[in-house]
């Protein structure tokens, strides 16, 4: 019996139709609360709109009657003293009605901060100061050392099942300065349910540790009859920076941070426009490391999921710039692997830019047999842990249950291409349907 023959007789006993390999049915796990707003301030979340070192922004919901909301700041100190020494900041309000949902979205950015400096700050109303108070820590204007979370498709199950992604990756890297997600966060762009049951399974994650969202597929609704469109919910929840081509606001954007640029970019649509605007990003970069994220793949880690014209467009300018390292989703698979020539295959393992795919999700796809990666995993949940230096860019992404499964180096040389030291684990053989079927008793 061929793989994918065998693949599909165990997929449908444990599917009904969703390609999810992990889940007997669509999740029905319902959120610990009402998933509908109330006066309290919920689905807390940090973003950078403009300078992490000098601005911080959040963005929270509530019900409709909240029309003033507010932000409050202070300098962080071990005393509760810091509660009379506060910055109170009027907050911008959107009103958001789609179906049978409506909230009010509130977002405020704190300017002024001081580099590398920690502060505090809640959100709420003049009777409903009910956020607790959250910490976080400013970048640095050097290019000091710091760690980054990097995950891949959410999706389904978020609730149940996605929720031990992340809460493990913050567990892992409770330093984390922020969490790049690589589109795909959930499954139906417009279901305010799947929205809620997202900002739970992070929940106060995404009030300490900013996020860099990318959109996948299906943020863009996808329902038959209609233009395909980024799904409403995206702008009012997200406070994201606006420095992309204008036909794509707050969806291609760039970030820099203490030494690394952070190329965010949506590749659904509008390709061409983004290579423009990519080779200017590029070109102008002060910054030691250059790190992009997108959400489509430019190597398929799974079968029948090639986007030549993706490839096409973007990938000469990573190679044209060296690009360190670009992040992606999608394929429901892991691959991690070096820069490819399709004509000669792999001109130099040791050296280019290095494509990663990763999924922290449930569903699951079969791996491609086009074997261009280093390491790869099937059916498997996985988190990214990388950090950054001045010289060197270490990764680690482990399963869900806390193993380590691949690992490498990059290796910045003064005007010469960057080596990669491959660290992956020798004694961990690759996951595999084959060999993950068979759940401990």
């Known amino acids: ?35 509908m707003p109330t006066k309290i301030p919920d689905h807390i979340i940090l973003t950078w709109s403009d300078d992490p070192a000098t ?29 009379h020494y506060t910055n109170i900041i009027d907050a911008k309000t959107e009103n958001f009605l789609l179906d049978d949902y409506c909230a009010n979205y509130h977002s405020i950015t704190f300017t002024n901060l001081h580099p590398n400096t920690l502060y505090l700050y809640r959100v709420g109303s003049e009777d409903n100061w009910r956020s607790e108070w959250f ?35 913050y567990s892992a890297a409770p330093d984390a300065r922020f969490i790049i997600h690589a589109g795909d966060l959930v499954s139906f762009s417009d279901s305010y349910l799947q929205w809620s049951k997202w900002f739970e399974a992070a929940g106060w ?39 992309g081509i204008d036909s794509l606001p707050e969806s291609n954007y760039y970030i820099d941070f203490q030494g690394l640029r952070i190329l965010a970019m949506n590749s659904n649509e509008h390709l061409e426009e983004q290579a423009e605007w990519l080779e200017t990003v590029l070109k102008d ?27 096409e467009t973007w990938k000469p300018l990573f190679d044209k710039y060296h690009v360190d390292l670009v992040l992606a989703g999608h394929d429901h698979a892991y691959s991690r692997g070096h820069n490819i020539d399709p004509n000669i295959g ?12 990763s999924v922290s999700g449930p569903k699951m796809y079969d791996l491609t047999d086009d074997r261009w990666m280093d390491r790869a995993a099937e059916n498997t949940q996985l988190y990214q842990v990388i950090s ?28 010469k291409p960057n080596k990669i030291i491959d660290q992956k684990p020798q004694n961990f053989p690759e996951r595999t349907f084959q060999n993950t079927l068979s759940i401990p008793k």
């Open 285 to 311: 970069n002060p910054n030691r490391w250059t790190i992009a994220t997108f959400h489509h793949t430019i190597y398929a880690a799974t079968v029948n999921r090639d986007h030549k014209k993706l490839r």
């Open 55 to 83: 601005t911080q922004s959040v963005t929270w919901r509530t019900d409709t009657s909240i029309v003033e909301s507010y932000g409050e700041i202070a300098r962080a100190d071990a005393s509760p003293n810091f509660i």
């Open 1 to 35: 019996m061929n793989k994918s023959i065998q693949h599909f007789a165990l997929i449908f006993l444990f599917t009904v139709g969703t390609g999810n390999f992990t889940s007997a049915a669509p999740d029905r796990t319902t959120a610990a609360h009402d998933p």
């Open 346 to 357: 792999i001109s130099d393992p040791q050296t280019g830019t290095v494509y990663v795919v």
């Open 205 to 243: 994650i995404n009030g300490m540790a900013p996020s860099i969202p990318v959109p996948g597929n299906h943020e863009y609704y996808h329902g038959s009859g209609k233009k395909r469109y980024l799904t409403d919910y995206w702008r009012p929840q997200f406070t994201l920076p606006e420095n």
């Open 135 to 169: 910490q976080f820590r400013t970048a640095s204007r050097e290019s000091e050392p710091f760690t980054f979370i990097y995950l891949g498709d959410g999706q389904n199950n978020l609730l149940s099942m996605w929720s031990r992604s992340i809460r493990g990756a």
């Open 388 to 415: 950054v230096d001045q010289k060197t860019l270490s990764y680690r992404s482990y399963t869900v249950t806390g193993e380590l499964y691949d690992a490498f180096q990059v290796i910045k040389k003064k005007n």
